[in-house]
């Protein structure tokens, strides 16, 4: 079985399944993108632009929770989930709360104090990539900069107080 997880280098959802892949032995490859740019081809990989995606054997799924849930049934040992159903929806219970709220709200605290920083901002999400496309990509933030900020949540002060 080959796997290929489609990621962000930087990214908490994508973290979380890089834990799940390794707690689980799963050898993988991993593609890394740019925020912004990966779109185009997330879109194209798996209908929809968020990543984490993970490809197996021609299916492309997205979603860490989904991605976890599938490497469980193709990987049950060492479980990642507990056994006993009552803890099990536990579990799922404070996944589903930190992939809604905590997840989000993490990197929209990190965003607000990166977002105007843009030199800094480039270097993270952009480094590994070739000289062109880094440069190429601090050329354009100025102009990506409110939409990352609007993607994020961060409109005014009241919505990043609220993220802390
Ligand atoms: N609930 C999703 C959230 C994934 C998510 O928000 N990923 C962000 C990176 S932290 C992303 O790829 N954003 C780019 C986009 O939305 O186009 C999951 O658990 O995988």
Redesign the pocket.
Known sequence: MKLELHQ?PY????E?VRWALAFKGLEHRRINYM?GP??RS?RKLSGQ????VLCMDGDAI????GIIEKLERIAHLPALYPADPAERSEALALQADF?SCL??NV?RALFSQMVDEGAYFCRMFASGKSLPARLAYRAVYPMAKGLIKK?NGITDQASIDQAF
């Open positions: 962000f990214s908490p959802f994508n979380k925020p990966h779109m997330i632009t968020t990543t984490p997205s979603g860490s929770a992939d997840g989000p990197r993607a």
